[in-house]
């Protein structure tokens, strides 16, 4: 039995970082090795006066901990240069490093690979994106922390070199999908033949189509995210369905994953849909896949997604996808058979795609179907941990 150092963010309770980290810990326990996580623990800092977090600080301490039934070593978010917390493994958790034989990031961008990377160890990366697109992408959606950083440039071009060491560094580079893995091989060209894909797995036998739970009398459309990130675009997926709703006036929208802010609030009012729009805050999974199930379309109108995983869990159920060309769906959807592809941020394509879907019933049956079937050929669960057991015997292949 080998151990295992998986660096990743804080684990939270739903969301697709930690819906990776759950599985690769999974399949590497399936495979008979222990694995510990390394993170920033970020949700611990209180959100009181600045005197209550400089007491926190005082006393805060990086510790051995269980989450969510991982063995997991947390390291306090000390108020740092962005750049800085990817190196507080090697000061905190260094004997947890030397221990393992094995390491794995599992992250949005590659950063907190930095660890492994300085140290020289033999490491693979499972990203989701690349950093500068996700800043760039909330950016533009006005998230206060990217439009900040955007008026950094000394900090993020550490942060760039940081990624491209990483990427030269690494044993293996494993991208959620076709839109990430060329923008690292653009990114690092000498790293391009070290970049395999390994979509983001869906339990095929969980998420699935259940044609009764659809009721043709009380359509909806459904988005399932942190519909107040800035990234996610939500109002402007308000601002098409009000108008998607004066041609269909029994079509609901239902918006998941967070209570609404008053931005999401506001623009509900502005567009007189509040009656049509259902904000339904956090779903369990099983409250989710019935979601899936009865949506008539699943909308996903951000400014950016490396993938967007509730897509897939969407398609999984058989539900058709209207996306925009906003970095992982264009690689992904195919347009007139799984669903439809519109313009970035454009409002006019949004509507145009969505009644266009909705006109033609029995064409969108056909997609339902198609839109299982890639599932199920593409990204199931078992298709994963195929790439991923591979993965780790490419690289290590003296503990297999």
Not at 330 to 353: C, H, P, R
């Amino acid at each position: 039995m080998s151990r295992v150092c998986i660096y990743t963010l804080e684990p939270v309770e739903y969301g697709g970082v930690p819906d990776k980290v759950h599985f690769a810990y999974d399949v590497i326990k399936n495979l008979g090795h222990d694995s510990n996580l390394i993170y920033v623990a970020t949700n611990r800092v209180p959100n009181g006066s600045r005197f209550d977090k400089i007491k926190f600080f005082l006393t805060a301490k990086a510790q051995d901990e269980i989450i969510y039934n991982m063995h997991g070593f947390g390291i306090p978010d000390y108020p740092l240069p962005a750049w800085l917390p990817y190196l507080m493994p090697l000061v905190f958790a260094r004997h947890i490093i030397n221990a393992s034989q094995m390491h794995l990031a599992i992250s949005g961008s590659n950063h907190v690979a930095l660890p492994s990377a300085i140290l020289n160890r033999r490491f693979i990366v499972w990203i989701g994106t690349m950093y500068e697109e996700e800043i760039v992408g909330k950016a533009i959606g006005g998230d206060p922390w990217a439009v900040a950083m955007m008026k950094k440039p000394i900090t993020r071009k550490i942060l760039e070199w940081q990624e491209r060491f990483i990427f030269r560094r690494a044993s293996l580079i494993l991208t959620n999908g076709k839109h990430t893995a060329e923008a690292v091989a653009r990114s690092c060209p000498e790293a391009a033949n070290k970049i395999r894909t390994l979509i983001f797995p869906i339990d095929e036998t969980r998420f699935k189509p259940k044609p009764s739970v659809r009721d043709s009398s009380h359509p909806y459309l459904l988005f399932a995210a942190r519909i107040n990130e800035p990234r996610k675009n939500t109002p402007l997926l308000i601002r098409a369905f009000a108008r998607v709703h004066q041609r269909h006036p029994n079509l609901k929208l239902i918006l998941t994953g967070d209570p609404p802010n008053d931005i999401l609030l506001n623009a509900t009012r502005e567009e007189k849909v509040m009656d049509s729009i259902d904000f339904r805050g956090y779903q369990t999974p099983d409250e989710l896949i019935q979601l899936y199930q009865g949506a008539e379309l699943f909308i996903v109108p951000s400014l950016q997604e490396g993938m967007c995983n509730a897509m897939l869990e969407a398609l999984a159920c058989g539900t058709p996808t209207i996306a925009t060309r906003c970095g992982g769906p264009e690689k992904m959807i195919v347009d007139d058979e799984i669903g439809y592809l519109v313009d970035n941020n454009d409002e006019d394509q949004l509507v145009t795609a969505i009644i266009k879907a909705l006109a033609n019933p029995a064409h969108l049956n056909v997609m339902r179907q198609n839109a299982r079937d890639y599932a199920v050929n593409t990204y199931a669960r078992p298709i994963a941990e195929k790439i991923l057991r591979a993965a780790l015997k490419e690289v290590y292949p003296q503990h297999f």
